[in-house]
């Protein structure tokens, strides 16, 4: 047996006592020091690194969360809600909170879709916004849940760390197509419009404004957030709200469109693509602004899918494209009235000026002919009869003694060719071809035929409805030409009124003598009531008295000699009808611009929607200033 | 007259000071536990019944005499390890087979080891001479390695670590050389990497994330650092009862059971730990002092091993919560919710008692 040193044989009770005594005395003060040092570790915690833990403590605790400002309300220029926020519930997700990284955000996806209807295009969209948020927070996944959705949902919430549905208001559109083209929508926030807006302010915000008033006006509507810091629990519950800065909501806006005329045009258009643009030709408010085929705004709203979104791009008559304010028309014959005042204020011609129409009209020294629409001609005309029976012989003289310069610049102070400046994005500019122009974009001298079918209208020629409607308002109201306005008013949240909002008088047209105007009126007023006039259709059961001009746009030349008949011609090589009107001729409160793609001539298609129109602004303004 | 009881059965012998040292830690954890559950009754009251049941488990084996227990304790090892190694078998839990099912009670055999081993190395000690002999020492080892291994094996290290300390710490006290407790403190050290081999993945990543656990905050670090937060947070004189946020807002894991002391921390501060440590190093100090004053060898290495292993509950556990130890499942004595731990450890308090009032009355 090995013995080591200390090692008894026989047991000594007082000698164990003692060795035990040791042993329990050296363990004692074995166990107090390290009771210390571990005590010497709390004061470490506790005391030296208090400041740093306490912090994180608060930070763990309180969460900021921001405060989303309810979207201004749209109402029309006579109070009716055309665009409104709707309590609804959008699926978010913190991605950071999903266990199991990306396949398991990806079984996540996969589980929740048999709980709520999601697609391709929504987990898409999801992936692309996650790209835009900042860790740790919410991407929404689905916007505008039924309450289908919310139940089943509610009910397995227990299932999905890091998944939560969340009330919010939705942007609505009641009268959906009808107003797409001014208002346009929102949608779901992404990168590009995150950088052009102030990052701090939308924090919470999940939509902003795509196109249309709700783009332009995107600053007004959004308004400012406000936050809440709020005590929340490790699952981030909030169990309590420690401090709340209030979110200031957004600017409610009246729009000076007016639904009921707006409807009216829309009817008035039947099925053929078209537009028609009304400005109160007093203020420069933007009465109705039709562009026909629409879309329904309201699919937007939630965010398309890909499938509803190539519907929509492949439907007939391209509904996405804005044909009031991006709808280039060769103006044909409704530019003729401009061209007769250039005439009359740079002395060209006078009012009593007369020029034989036989049918043919040629420049000296070519043998081709430029036609009258009537094959005969219309004999002697002066101005007003030429505008009355929109006799090209007549025009196509006065331009040649214009001459293309003096017609550009003097078609110019209308607008023509540049953009209005109305309040709402993707306006298109048109085309008033000039000497310069012709040399700059397509490298080739200017012709003397090209001034000819210039003072028709025709040739280079590009007009937007808008820019047309606007033209006639400057022209009937003394030569003031706005910048078109959309909005009417807006009401500040806190405040009780709207503050009216008026369009800036951009330019006052140089009038050398008012009768050249008046006299341009007069063969305006013609048209419609002379015993020629090209629309004399418009007048009939009018409560007003009302002054136009048709015009044509050309699709498809006709061979030279040939008069065609618009009916036996393909439906899409059509001529474009084009019309413009004022009303009432004494004192005018609507300028109008009419485009009907296809339509054939002026005076059958165009004109009667223009006649709708000003019967639906009129009437009911006529109603309105006989109540006291 | 004529006794049906035993006759070692009489007067309460109990230690008043042992005693209200304890109650006082029980009754402070019950507080601690009220906040800590979130206020929830029930629970507090749950845990007092299991208390009141340790107590009274307690006052029935401070009844029964040392040389009795000695007696039962080849028993109860046994009784110990059979049941460890059904637990292998058939034991029922979440991922860990600690569990044996009883029907109507759920018993935990690797709890009764904590006790039957520093009884069973007692007992085996008790007629030996002492400093133990090589064999002695190399009997003692088989004795606690057995129970040691088998409990690793659920597995469950923070008990296998409990047991083989209350093992080592009567043999300590039973006076094994110095050299010989030096070398096989060298050794442990020398396998570390051997035991980093046959550990568990779960119990590998403790280990990483102890040594590291901002590398991963959200994941096992999480524990750790919203532990520290609570500590740190509680400053000097803490939060105040049932106002620690790391707490209520539920930031502490397992914050009625294995991190109680992080409660404690942020809501009573350096002073209420430094208070707790002091009553717990005075139940030691006792323990010791009773140990001192034992009538044998068997009860007087008993009673200093209880005391000693009181001490590496509250070392582990203070250290895990403050981060400077791993994740190992100790419970902080007394206060953490639940009951095997709290019922064991009276059991072992009642034992102490018993020698107590056994103790010799001369010098």
Redesign the interface.
């Known amino acids: 047996m090995i013995s080591y040193k200390g090692h008894r044989a026989i047991k000594d009770e007082r000698d164990e006592q003692r060795l035990f005594e040791n042993r329990a005395w050296i363990g004692f003060v074995v166990i107090a020091l390290c009771i210390l040092a571990l005590l010497g570790r709390y004061v470490w915690l506790q005391v030296f690194a208090y400041d740093s833990f306490s912090t994180r403590s608060e930070n763990n605790r309180v969460a900021v969360t921001p405060v989303v400002p309810n979207r201004g309300i749209i109402y029309d220029r006579r109070g009716r809600v055309i665009a409104e926020n709707r309590p609804a519930y959008r699926l978010e997700i913190v991605p950071e909170k999903v266990p199991g990284k990306q396949q398991g955000l990806e079984a996540l996806l996969d589980e929740l879709s048999t709980l709520i209807v999601l697609d391709e295009d929504d987990r898409a969209a999801f992936h692309q916004s996650r790209r835009d948020y900042r860790v740790f927070d919410s991407v929404p996944l689905k916007f505008n849940l039924s309450e289908q959705e919310v139940a089943r949902f509610a009910v397995n919430r227990h299932r999905f760390h890091g998944v939560d549905v969340v009330p919010y208001l939705s942007r609505h559109y009641p009268y959906g197509e009808l107003l797409t083209h001014v208002l346009g929508y929102t949608g779901r926030l992404d990168a590009d419009d995150i950088s052009s807006v102030d990052e701090g302010n939308y924090r919470g915000t999940r939509t902003i404004g795509k196109i249309g008033i709700e783009k332009f006006q995107e600053k007004e509507l959004h308004g400012t957030s406000g936050y809440e810091r709020v005590e929340t629990n490790v699952r981030g519950r909030v169990l309590k709200v420690l401090e709340r800065q209030d979110a200031v909501p957004g600017t409610d806006l009246v729009l000076s469109i007016d639904v009921a005329v707006q409807q009216v045009a829309w009817d008035a258009l039947g099925d053929r693509p078209g537009s028609v643009v009304a400005i109160d030709p007093v203020d420069g408010s933007v009465i109705a602004l039709v562009s026909k085929p629409a879309y329904d705004p309201n699919a937007f709203v939630g965010g398309i899918s890909q499938q509803a979104y190539s519907e929509i791009l492949s439907a007939p008559g391209r509904p996405l494209f804005n044909r009031a304010l991006n709808g280039g028309y060769e103006p044909g014959s409704t530019l003729k009235p401009f061209v007769g005042l250039a005439g009359l204020e740079l002395g060209v011609v006078t009012p009593e000026t007369r020029v034989f129409s036989n049918g043919k009209f040629y420049i000296e020294g070519y043998d081709r002919p430029y036609r009258d629409w009537k094959d005969m001609g219309h004999g002697w005309v002066n101005i007003r009869s030429a505008l009355e029976q929109s006799v090209n012989t007549y025009f196509y003289q006065l331009s040649m003694d214009l001459g293309i310069d003096r017609m550009h610049d003097y078609l110019a102070q209308f607008g023509f060719g540049s953009a209005t400046g109305i309040d709402v994005p993707g306006e298109g500019k048109g085309l008033l071809p000039s000497r310069e122009w012709k040399r700059a974009a397509l490298n080739e001298p200017w012709y003397p035929g090209e001034t000819v079918i210039a003072g028709i209208g025709q040739g280079f020629n590009v007009v937007t409805p808008l820019q047309l409607a606007n033209a006639v308002a400057a022209l009937v109201n003394g030569g003031n030409l706005f910048s078109p306005r959309l909005l009417y008013a807006s009401k500040q949240a806190g405040v009780e009124r709207a503050k009216r909002i008026r369009a800036p008088s951009e330019l006052q047209i140089p009038i050398r003598d008012p009768q050249n105007w008046q006299t341009i009126l007069d063969g305006m007023d013609l048209v419609v009531n002379g015993l020629r006039g090209t629309a004399r259709k418009v007048a009939v059961d009018a409560h007003f008295r009302t002054g136009g001009k048709t015009g044509t746009a050309q699709v498809y030349q006709l061979a030279a000699g040939k008069k065609g008949n618009q009916e036996e011609v393909a439906e899409h090589l059509r001529d474009h009808a084009l019309f413009i009107a004022f009303a009432p001729v004494e004192a005018p409160r609507i300028a109008i611009a009419v485009v009907v793609e296809h339509g054939g001539g002026g005076s059958t298609a165009a004109a009667p929607v223009a006649r709708a129109t000003l019967d639906a602004w009129l009437d009911q303004e006529l109603e309105r200033e006989l109540q006291p | 007259m004529k006794r049906w009881l035993p006759a070692w059965v009489g007067a309460p012998r109990l230690d008043p000071v042992l005693l209200i040292l304890l109650l006082l830690i029980a009754g402070f954890g019950l507080t601690a536990l009220y906040s800590a559950s979130g206020q929830d009754m029930a629970m507090v009251t749950r845990q007092a019944m299991r208390l009141g049941f340790g107590l009274v488990l307690m006052l029935i084996i401070s009844q029964v005499p040392p040389r009795v227990l000695r007696a039962w304790t080849p028993w109860l090892y046994g009784l110990g390890v059979a049941m460890l190694l059904a637990t292998l078998v058939l034991g029922v839990g979440r991922s860990t087979q600690r569990w044996l099912d009883f029907g109507v009670l759920r018993f935990q055999p690797s709890e009764l080891m904590k006790l039957a081993v520093p009884m069973m190395v007692a007992w085996y000690l008790h007629?030996?001479?002492?400093?133990p002999?090589?064999?002695s020492t190399a009997v003692t080892f088989a004795i606690l390695l057995i129970p040691t291994l088998l409990i690793y094996r659920q597995p469950d290290l923070g008990t296998a670590l409990l047991v083989a300390a209350s093992g080592v710490?009567t043999l300590?006290?039973?006076?094994l050389?110095w050299r010989v407790l030096f070398g096989f403190a060298g050794l442990a050290t020398a396998a570390a990497p051997v035991l980093w081999l046959v550990m568990k993945e779960y119990q590998r990543n403790r280990v990483r994330t102890f040594l590291n656990p901002e590398a991963d905050p959200?994941g096992h670090g999480w524990n750790i650092i919203?532990s520290?937060?609570?500590?740190?947070?509680?400053?000097?004189t803490g939060k105040g009862w049932m106002n620690g946020?790391?707490s209520n807002?539920?930031?502490i894991p397992e914050r009625h059971t294995d991190f109680i002391l992080a409660v404690i921390?942020e809501e009573f501060?350096?002073i209420g730990?430094?208070l707790l440590?002091l009553a717990?190093?005075m139940v030691?100090?006792r323990g010791?002092y009773i140990?001192?004053i034992a009538r044998d060898?068997g009860s007087?290495?008993l009673a200093?091993a209880l005391s000693?292993t009181l001490?590496v509950y509250?070392?582990v556990n203070?250290?895990m919560v403050?981060g400077?130890l791993p994740v190992v499942g100790v419970p902080l004595p007394l206060i953490s919710y639940g009951g095997t731990s709290a019922v064991t450890l009276l059991a072992g308090f009642g034992m102490m008692m018993s020698i107590y009032g056994h103790r010799k009355f001369l010098r």
């Open positions: 007629s030996r001479v002492l400093p002999s090589v064999k710490f300590y006290l039973a006076g050389h959200l919203q520290k937060i609570a500590v740190g947070s509680g400053g000097v946020t790391q807002l539920e930031f921390s501060g350096l730990v430094s440590m717990y190093l030691i100090a010791l140990a001192s060898t007087r290495l200093g000693l001490f509250v070392l203070g250290g403050s400077v």
